[in-house]
């Protein structure tokens, strides 16, 4: 199959999408379905200018023709990115099950000494902690253990007996946890940490739930070291 009616079946896969997406009952344009959906939907903003410029291309190819033959066929760059775009519409990666694995969590009443074993040994730079009840509260960072260190080493003797309630009293004012439900995609998690990249809180991790609420189990947890997994799954895609 040439690439110009590879390129057209694409097209048209994903004008469908974008239709039933909008919930687009009369004829509207391509361009205004773009618009509509990158309103709601990270995929299509990521993509937003790509499918203003693939518009251009489609209807190069089905307006200038020659005795009924196209004029030129789309490169091979160009039909693998139209693909992509469909494939990626159709099946968005999720951050489940990439991200789904046991989460570790702690207690308020549990000492400071088990946090950091437990860091030490699975090389992790956060703990979620549950109240009494197994609420989430709050997210203890090997950050804010440093500055809970540094104004009680002359004070106590045994520091690592200290309850982590008392180590999160000098926490970050900055630090940021957020829960996302199950069915959040890679490019919602991608826009959710560039949202935070120029402000001066501190995104440290987001959690993972069903329903992206504290008050359910946790399916996974992600943090700014897993964003080169992400990206790598996406260029593989």
Known sequence: MKNSQIFLNSFSEIEE????????????????????ASRTNSIIREFKTDLFELKDLRNA???????????A???????????????????????LPTFKHKVVVLYNHDTVGEAVS????????????????????????????????????????????TCIDEVL??????NVCLF??????????????????????????IIITEKGTPDEDFLGIITGWDLPLIYNKLDNF
């Open 17 to 36: 999408y974008l239709q039933r997406y909008t919930n687009t009952i009369h004829h509207d344009s391509f361009t205004n379905l773009v618009k509509k």
């Open 180 to 205: 996302i439900s199950a069915d959040y995609t890679f490019f919602d998690v991608l826009e959710i940490f560039d949202e935070y990249r120029n402000t001066p809180k501190k995104l440290e991790a």
């Open 169 to 174: 009293k000098y926490k970050e004012s900055n």
């Open 61 to 71: 190819i089905v307006h200038e023709r020659t005795d009924g033959h196209v004029i």
């Open 73 to 95: 066929e789309p490169h091979d760059s160009t039909v693998e990115l139209i693909q992509k775009i469909e494939r990626l519409l159709k099946k968005p990666p999720g951050v």
């Open 118 to 161: 437990i860091m030490k040994k699975k090389s992790y730079t956060q703990i979620p902690i549950l109240d009494e009840e197994g609420r989430y509260l709050d997210l203890l960072t090997t950050n804010t253990i440093v500055r809970w260190l540094g104004s009680s080493v002359n004070h106590n003797s045994r520091l690592l007996e």
